[in-house]
C-alpha cells in the first residue's frame, strides 16, 4: 500500500484543485450577463440550418474513416520498424500481411473516388 500512497495523495489534490477551482469561480467571478453571452458561440457567424433531412455529406464519413485506417497503420508499422530485428521472419510475415490487407482497403478507396478532392 506504500508504493500508492503518493498517487493517491496526488489524484486527492488534483480532485481537490479541480473542485475549489470551480466553486471560487462561480463564487467571486463577475456575473454580467447579456443576451449574446447566453446565446450558443458560433464562431461569429450566424448558424445554418441542417441540410435538408439532417443529413450531412457521406464524403465526411469517407474522410473520417480513410484517417483513421492510415493512423492506425501508422500505429502498428511504426513499434514494428524500431524492434524488426528482434522479431524475425514472424514478424515479418505478420506485418506483410497486414501492410496487405491496408493496401486492399486503400485499392478499394481509390477505386471508389474516395481519394478524389472535389
Do not use: Q
Not at 463564487?27 to 445554418?48: D, F, Q, T, W
Request: glycine share 8%.
Amino acid at each position: 500500500m506504500n508504493l500508492y500512497a503518493p498517487i493517491l495523495v496526488l489524484g486527492t489534490l488534483a480532485a481537490l484543485f479541480a473542485v475549489i477551482s470551480v466553486v471560487a469561480a462561480s463564487a467571486i467571478g463577475p456575473r454580467r450577463y447579456n443576451r449574446a453571452k447566453l446565446e450558443a458561440y458560433e464562431c461569429g457567424i450566424e448558424p445554418a440550418p441542417h441540410p435538408p433531412g439532417g443529413r450531412f455529406p457521406v464524403k465526411y464519413y469517407l474522410t473520417a474513416m480513410l484517417f483513421i485506417i492510415f493512423d492506425i497503420e501508422i500505429v502498428f508499422l511504426y513499434p514494428w520498424a524500431v524492434h524488426f530485428d528482434a522479431l524475425g521472419v514472424f514478424g515479418l510475415v505478420a506485418m506483410a500481411l497486414f501492410v496487405f490487407n491496408v493496401a486492399v482497403a486503400y485499392a478499394y478507396e481509390w477505386r471508389r473516388g474516395g481519394l478524389s478532392w472535389e
